[in-house]
């Protein structure tokens, strides 16, 4: 039973550039988290997404990110015109019910030059 | 909102126990978590406690609750090289879906 996979696992790109971080939830989940780690910090909820739906993106930057999970594919993240702040880690999480315990994947690093 | 707090460093001998405390402003949470984070890893959920629980034992790992005082701790029995990661406590608040975490602990076991 493959756990929550992401991919990359390590993403760079030059100021300006778009970033597609990609996570596919475990076997039977349907609830999907985004969290972001930045540098000597915890991790920070950004966004949920059921199949088709953001329920909450409470903690999305309000420009440039926008998140994503089709009824067929991966959930994917997407940052336009990424700075140099934008760097971290970027987790995803799932669960087979909204408030059921989540589990994570390896996350992705993106780091902007 | 809530805060959590934890501190940002410990350092140990192996063989000794390590305690790694975090304190939390929001009393709503119904369960309450720790994970291990290796270098370059992701997160590795070691136990939780529900929030109606005093104490919880799980092999080397020992978490204790103190609702009044809003304190959480992670005692590792017996620590080994193999548990130098970075521990994160996570709160789950009732009703929501967003976990709180901490800034995290880095543990360093010395040999």
């Known amino acids: 039973n493959a756990g929550v996979m992401q991919n990359p696992r390590h993403l760079v790109r030059r100021r300006g550039q778009e970033a597609r971080l990609r996570c596919s939830p475990m076997?039977?989940?349907?609830?999907v988290y985004w969290y972001r780690q930045l540098p000597e910090e915890g991790l920070k909820f950004m966004v949920y997404?059921?199949?088709?739906?953001?329920?909450?993106e409470s903690g999305m930057p309000k420009e440039r990110f926008s998140a994503e999970f089709p009824k067929e594919g991966p959930s994917i993240l997407r940052i336009q015109q990424v700075v140099r702040g934008d760097s971290a880690a970027y987790f995803c999480?799932?669960?087979?019910?909204?408030?059921?315990?989540?589990?994570f994947g390896p996350g992705t690093r993106l780091t902007v030059l | 909102g809530e805060d959590v707090e934890q501190s940002l460093f410990l350092s140990v001998r192996e063989g000794d126990s390590s305690v790694i405390n975090c304190t939390y402003t929001?009393?709503?949470?119904?369960?309450l978590y720790w994970y291990k984070q290796e270098p370059g890893a992701g997160l590795q959920l070691l136990t939780y406690?529900?929030?109606?629980?005093d104490m919880k034992q799980d092999q080397r790992l020992t978490v204790l609750l103190n609702k009044k005082d809003k304190h959480l701790s992670l005692r590792i029995a017996d620590t080994q090289t193999g548990d130098s990661a970075i521990y994160f406590c996570?709160?789950?608040?009732?009703?929501?879906?967003?976990?709180?975490f901490g800034t995290g602990t880095r543990l360093k076991v010395l040999a």
């Open positions: 999480a799932s669960s087979d019910q909204e408030y059921n315990e989540q589990f």
């Open positions: 076997k039977g989940h349907s609830h």
């Open positions: 997404l059921q199949k088709e739906n953001i329920i909450d």
């Open positions: 929001d009393s709503s949470s119904t369960y």
């Open positions: 406690i529900f929030s109606n629980m």
């Open positions: 996570a709160g789950g608040p009732s009703g929501t879906y967003k976990y709180i």
